[in-house]
């Protein structure tokens, strides 16, 4: 509980409403307040607010406060106000201090459920990354690519051939894409595509070949969400994986 009990040139402060209440003078029967509020924030004498609004101009956090809960925030505090005037201009000064702290009471409650809300709206806000793993024998494409598809958010791991890469997806957290070279030494595509299918913790990894040669030359009739022919068009890759459209074209689609 806050005591209402300030000196002149003291501030109360709401951090999450970003008002600050600063008693200006107290003299007699008057206490002055000084109010600052951001400029969409309008400030209104009591006595001007028959019926509560809500300004086009003010912002809230409507999907996380219930309205009507704050609609009977507001409607305290405008009654609060109403009666610490009307106790101050009669002199009854111990009341008016009492209903004051009411109206602090209030708005620290108010002031605490938009804090609340900011916090659940930040947190929905946070957008996982997405992982790649990008498998080709080519130091030269393999870095150019990775470098490309890091200037677009995403996060790139690389490996040399399907040895690497399967050792990657056993020892790492899993990415959410595998882009995947065919032709590679060691353990090519198609090998690398078949330890992948059959191991049922790698079930959600969607594999998307980026390769010079066909499927019908590899003899590959599923398991890979997409088939991106060499020379790489980037921006239908970097779509496929960002906005869920189809991966590939009619022709080399493989779903």
């Known amino acids: 509980m806050l005591v209402l009990s300030r000196r002149a040139d003291q501030q109360i402060v709401f951090p ?45 956090e409507q999907s996380s406060i219930d309205r009507h809960q704050l609609r009977n925030h507001l409607n305290a ?34 002031d605490s459920e938009i804090g609340q809300a900011k916090s659940k709206v930040k947190s929905a806000g946070i957008a996982t990354t997405t992982r790649l793993l990008v498998v080709d024998d080519d130091e030269n494409e393999r870095t150019l690519l990775s470098g490309l598809l890091k200037m677009h958010g995403f996060e790139v791991n690389t490996a040399a051939n399907g040895l690497e890469a399967m050792d990657f997806l056993s020892h790492n957290e899993l990415p959410d894409y595998v ?23 790698l079930a959600n990894v969607t594999i998307f070949a980026v390769s010079g040669t066909s499927p019908d030359d590899l003899g590959i009739e599923g398991g890979i969400a997409g088939w991106f022919p060499k020379p790489l068009d980037p921006e239908r890759l970097i779509k496929a994986m960002t906005k869920g459209h189809p991966a590939a074209n009619s022709a080399t689609a493989l779903m």
Request: a positive charge; charged letters at 30%.
């Open 16 to 60: 999450n409403l970003d008002v600050r209440l600063t008693v200006l003078q107290v003299k007699g029967k008057v206490v002055k307040l000084g109010i600052e509020a951001p400029k969409d924030v309008p400030i209104l004498r009591p006595e001007t607010c028959d019926d509560l609004q809500f300004p086009s101009g003010v912002r809230l």
């Open 77 to 110: 505090i405008n009654l609060g106000l109403r009666l610490f005037q009307k106790q101050t201009e009669v002199g009854r000064g111990q009341e008016a201090e009492k209903t004051m702290q009411r109206v602090i009471e209030e708005l620290q409650k108010l």
């Open 179 to 201: 882009l995947l070279d065919m032709k590679m030494p060691k353990v090519d595509g198609p090998s690398m595509l078949r330890q992948i299918r059959s191991d049922d913790r």
